[in-house]
């Protein structure tokens, strides 16, 4: 099993839809959690951290479910703007970071 | 202002010949990273060096050297390069405080290709 799993997609998801995908990590000891958004041919950028308790910016809201080991990403009212790929990172120590290979996400007029 | 700045942007070169990447962050951190971004986007970590010193150091072959002159300098030589160093690299920095990881900002990237 890999370290830090994401479903590749495409998500093809229409304008003004609501759409969510997960991160399975699996590393028990994994402490912190982030999704990062990478746009076409550019660096990534941090979307959000995620808490154990969840949390919401915006129209984004993050989750981690520790028993079942994945975070997920949910978008509401999903922009053109949002098309990316969602890339979720997955730490256990300070220094020993792991990145999942990213969900692609296409929104669609 | 740019905060993680990397040279050059794009990189084509001959298979053999050696190469340099400069990657320079001015956002006052300690940790700085070098990733390896191949064509399946597998975005994975190289090096990471902490206030000068080196504490991450993958599965990397040996070609690959780091150099941290001072905390907000990182660069990447590479020897002898190869068709299979073809890739994005990003050079990344945080500001890591003892027991948590923190947010990385990464530079634009350096497009390598190896012909």
């Known amino acids: 099993r890999k370290e830090v799993e994401q479903d590749p997609g495409p998500f093809n998801v229409p304008e003004g839809a609501t759409v969510a995908f997960n991160c399975t990590y699996s590393n028990s000891a994994s402490q912190s959690f982030f999704w990062y958004r990478q746009d076409c041919r550019k660096e990534p950028k941090l979307l959000m951290s995620v808490y154990s308790s969840g949390n919401e910016d915006g129209r984004f809201t993050a989750q981690l479910n520790r028993a079942s080991q994945y975070i997920s990403l949910l978008i509401r009212d999903s922009k053109l703007s949002d098309s990316a790929t969602y890339l979720c990172?997955?730490?256990?120590?300070?220094?020993?970071?792991?990145w999942g290979a990213g969900t692609k996400l296409i929104i669609k007029p | 202002d740019t905060a993680v700045s990397q040279t050059p942007k794009y990189l084509v070169t001959q298979m053999g010949n050696d190469k340099s990447i400069k990657c320079e962050q001015n956002?006052?951190?300690?940790?700085m990273y070098w990733y390896k971004q191949d064509s399946k986007k597998f975005l994975k970590i190289m090096f990471s060096y902490n206030n000068k010193e080196l504490i991450i150091n993958e599965t990397v072959p040996n070609r690959f050297s780091p150099k941290s002159p001072d905390k907000a300098h990182l660069n990447l030589h590479i020897n002898s390069l190869e068709l299979g160093d073809s890739a994005v690299y990003f050079c990344?920095?945080?500001?890591?405080?003892?027991?948590?990881?923190?947010?990385?900002?990464f530079g634009p990237g350096t497009r390598l290709t190896v012909l």
């Open positions: 990172v997955v730490t256990w120590s300070n220094y020993q970071l792991i």
């Open positions: 990344a920095s945080s500001q890591v405080s003892p027991g948590v990881a923190d947010t990385q900002y």
């Open positions: 956002l006052g951190h300690d940790t």
